[in-house]
């Protein structure tokens, strides 16, 4: 079954920029879309941003849009999201997440912390 890792996070203070990616493997079909949760402490799992494997069409959280971007390269089978004016708020572990077919896979996460 795939396999996803993600990588980028970090410490890193308000109001700055992280990258973070999601390498995808184990699978040879097509996937349907990947995108990214997040989980605080003592906090529910959140969905943070998706983008589909098809059209490129993409979905942001209230809290993150405008600020963070999603970008994927179907050939790579490679995720991004693109941070940016962080908030303490957004302090949390996040995790990537592959849809092939009716399943959901997740990585093991990469945990981003922002504080001053």
């Known amino acids: 079954q795939p396999h996803l890792v993600e990588s980028g996070g970090g410490l890193v203070q308000p109001g700055g920029s992280l990258r973070l990616s999601c390498a995808a493997s184990?699978?040879?079909?097509?996937?349907?879309?990947i995108g990214w949760f997040r989980q605080a402490p003592g906090k529910e799992r959140e969905g943070v941003s998706c983008?589909?494997?098809?059209?490129?069409?993409?979905y942001y959280a209230g809290s993150v849009q405008g600020r963070f971007t999603i970008s994927r390269d179907n050939s790579k089978n490679t995720a991004w999201l693109q941070m940016n004016n962080l908030k303490p708020e957004d302090t949390a572990v996040y995790y990537c997440?592959?849809?092939?077919?009716?399943?959901?896979?997740w990585g093991q996460g990469t945990k981003v912390t922002v504080s001053s």
């Open positions: 997440n592959l849809r092939l077919g009716s399943n959901d896979y």
């Open positions: 184990g699978f040879t079909s097509g996937f349907y879309a």
């Open positions: 983008i589909s494997s098809s059209d490129g069409s993409t």
